[in-house]
């Protein structure tokens, strides 16, 4: 059973940078696309990003598109999501998740399997 762990979240200046992780263990992740979908309070959640299984495939939300970057090391069983010139709006608890091949979708419901969660925070 594939579990996921999501880490990296913190209080953060607006203008900053950080990056999320997403460690997986139970299976490898070589054959799962990854994708990070975010919730604010009082909102719905919504897709940041997503990657395919052999990292050719990309997607961004527009709200973040030259911001953020996805990427995965699956050697390390590991995705992560690098956030530069961080906003207020960005914050919010990040989630990864992956589903079973290769296409990174931009649907949660498409996704099987769900980390815990990591807040971030950006705020002065």
């Known amino acids: 059973q594939l579990q996921l762990v999501a880490s990296g979240g913190a209080l953060v200046q607006p203008g900053g940078s950080l990056r999320l992780s997403c460690a997986a263990s139970?299976?490898?992740?070589?054959?799962?696309?990854i994708g990070w979908f975010r919730q604010a309070p009082g909102k719905e959640r919504e897709f940041v990003s997503a990657?395919?299984?052999?990292?050719?495939?990309?997607l961004y939300a527009d709200s973040v598109k030259g911001r953020f970057t996805i990427s995965r090391d699956n050697a390390k069983n590991t995705v992560y999501l690098q956030m530069n010139s961080l906003k207020p709006e960005d914050t919010a608890v990040y989630y990864c998740?992956?589903?079973?091949?290769?296409?990174?979708?931009?649907?949660?419901?498409?996704?099987?399997?769900w980390g815990q969660g990591t807040q971030v925070t950006v705020s002065s």
């Open positions: 998740a992956a589903r079973t091949g290769n296409f990174p979708y931009t649907s949660g419901v498409s996704y099987r399997y």
């Open positions: 139970g299976s490898s992740l070589d054959h799962y696309a």
């Open positions: 990657i395919g299984w052999d990292g050719g495939s990309t």
